[in-house]
Structure formats: structure tokens, C-alpha cells
Nanobody
Framework: QVQLVESGGGLVQAGGSLRLSCSCASSGRTFSKNTMGWFRQARGKEREFVGCISWSGISTYYTDAVKGRFTISRDSAKNTVYLQMNSLKPEDTAVYYC?????????????????WGQGTQVTVSS
């Protein structure tokens, strides 16, 4: 079982920035060959796709709501994936989750992802 751990969440004013990190907490395990995704879930709403990055780091894909503001990157040497969030809006407030896709399907469907972190809270004040 792969354990993912998110960090970097917090409270920020609208227009500000945060960088979330996702690391593998399982000793000896790596997700360097896996597509990694970021999702978010606002209170009372369903979990939604934010973006994903291919195992190589070459390709990324974002939902329209965050295009041009959020950037996903990865550092395979550190076994870490990042979500850089700029120009944050109050509607970005949610718990953010990272997830790993065992089969590199590279998409926005929750069903594509096999391993999930516990999430980190991001709150954007107006």
C-alpha cells in the first residue's frame, strides 16, 4: 500500500499563493513512474479534479477553473509532486488531495486513481 502525504496548506488572502507538496510516506516505495493527480473537495461538494502530471513530468492537464493560475510539477529525485497555486480566489477554498494512478491513464476521473493522501486544507479569505 502506498501512503501519500500532502503538506503546505493554510490560510491565505485572495490573490496570494501557496505551494502544496505531496510525498510518498511508504518506505522503499516510489511513484516516479506514475501519473499523479491533484483533486479538491469544498465543504458540501463532491471531490473534483484540479490537474495531473505524467510520470515523466512532460505533460500536464488542468481543469479550466485553475488554468493559468495553478502549476503541477514533480521532483522524482525527492519523490515529491507539487501544486503551485497563484492568484488564489475564495472559491479555491477546499481540502486538497494528491493521488497516484498505478496505470498512467492520465485523466481527470477519480476512478483513475488508486492511492490517495489524507488531504490538506486550503482556505482563501476575501
Amino acid at each position: 500500500q502506498v501512503q501519500l502525504v500532502e503538506s503546505g496548506g493554510g490560510l491565505v488572502q485572495a490573490g496570494g499563493s501557496l505551494r502544496l507538496s505531496c510525498s510518498c510516506a511508504s518506505s522503499g516505495r516510489t511513484f516516479s513512474k506514475n501519473t499523479m493527480g491533484w483533486f479538491r473537495q469544498a465543504r458540501g461538494k463532491e471531490r473534483e479534479f484540479v490537474g495531473c502530471i505524467s510520470w515523466s513530468g512532460i505533460s500536464t492537464y488542468y481543469t479550466d477553473a485553475v488554468k493559468g493560475r495553478f502549476t503541477i510539477s514533480r521532483d522524482s529525485a525527492k519523490n515529491t509532486v507539487y501544486l503551485q497555486m497563484n492568484s488564489l480566489k475564495p472559491e479555491d477554498t477546499a481540502v486538497y488531495y494528491c493521488a497516484a494512478d498505478k496505470y498512467n491513464r492520465f485523466g481527470g476521473s477519480l476512478r483513475n486513481y488508486d492511492y490517495w493522501g489524507q488531504g490538506t486544507q486550503v482556505t482563501v479569505s476575501s
